[in-house]
């Protein structure tokens, strides 16, 4: 398809240069372009074209994320008004949402530039934090600070008042964020195709104490109680607002805002059953390599060795 444009969603910290230079490689070579925000501008070859950041979804037919789970969610959140594709490349650790691995790479690019892919519809949380609007694919999430006492908040859904939590912290997950903060607070895990949202409580000390599942044409209200210590406000794990002592977070729950391109959806899915799994395996990461065969092990090895400077 002539003319197609790629957009490039890099990780903010991760040497991300030999996957985007095998990208540009392959747009070269196929007649593509790629974009990135300008703050990238100089971790990238000057092929490529640097554009505002809140323009880079509007001008692109497809997003590249190349990182973990976090860069994959920023990618959705950037083109939730309008949801392009988003091709998730694995430079991360664990990763429930990213399915290519770079040696892949080229052979997803021409299965995504021919549409031969699957869409995974996401779904996500339209927050209202004290008065400022943010937009959550994982979840949303009131967190005391240390040493400064506990969470106390009150739930309401749909206007009734259901009763109050006092915690360390206060999830509202969509079903893909059931993996995420809400799973390690003791939250059930939910499957994607699921509309839902769940509020998990966080070390629960008085009042609400367990998961509360709730329908998506629920919304969900949380106000901080008098007595409540600061809290910070995360969304999809980024820091948004710290040390409110005041306010309140109403959430809604928005079906269909981001798109996740699917090129093998069973393996994926079988790839993220063994990923859960090993983490409730309480062995640490070099304890389960030594468990590998031999061969596998050194192939493992040789694949995590810098690459040569």
């Known amino acids: 398809m002539a003319g197609y444009v790629f957009g490039l969603v890099l990780h903010p910290t991760r040497d991300v240069s030999e996957v985007v230079g095998t990208i540009a490689r392959w747009a070269a070579q196929h007649g593509k372009t790629l974009a990135v925000r300008c703050e990238d501008r100089d971790r990238v070859p000057t092929s490529v074209e640097a554009v505002p950041a809140c323009d880079l979804a509007d001008h692109c037919d497809a997003l590249i ?3 973990g789970d976090g860069t994959m969610l920023g990618a959705l959140r950037m083109a939730v008004r309008d949801p392009k594709p988003v091709l998730g490349v694995h430079l991360g650790r664990v990763g429930f949402l990213v399915e290519v691995e770079p040696p892949d790479l080229p052979r997803a690019l021409e299965r995504l530039v021919a549409r031969d892919f699957t869409v995974e519809s996401h779904a996500c949380l339209a927050c209202d934090v004290c008065g400022d609007d943010v937009v959550a694919f994982n979840d949303i999430a009131l967190v005391r600070q240390p040493g400064a006492g506990f969470v106390t908040a009150t739930l309401a859904v749909d206007g009734q008042r259901y009763g109050y939590y006092r915690c360390d912290a206060l999830v509202v997950s969509t079903p893909t964020g059931s993996t995420a903060y809400s799973y390690a607070a003791g939250g059930p895990l939910i499957s994607p195709a699921t509309e839902a949202l769940v509020v ?21 209200h949380l106000e901080l109680r008098p007595d409540s210590a600061p809290v910070a406000v995360e969304m999809d794990g980024l820091l948004i607002r710290e040390a409110a002592t005041e306010g309140s977070v109403h959430v809604r729950y928005v079906p269909d805002a981001g798109r996740v391109v699917r090129l093998d959806p069973r393996r994926y899915q079988e790839r993220n059953q063994l990923k859960l799994s090993l983490l409730d395996l309480p062995l640490l990461p070099d304890q389960l390599r030594e468990l590998l065969p031999d061969g596998l092990r050194e192939q493992l090895n040789r694949r995590e060795l810098p690459p040569p400077r």
């Open 65 to 67: 994320s190349i990182g």
């Open 200 to 220: 998990t409580p966080s070390a629960p000390m008085a009042g609400i104490s367990r998961s509360v599942l709730l329908s998506p044409h629920e919304s969900v």
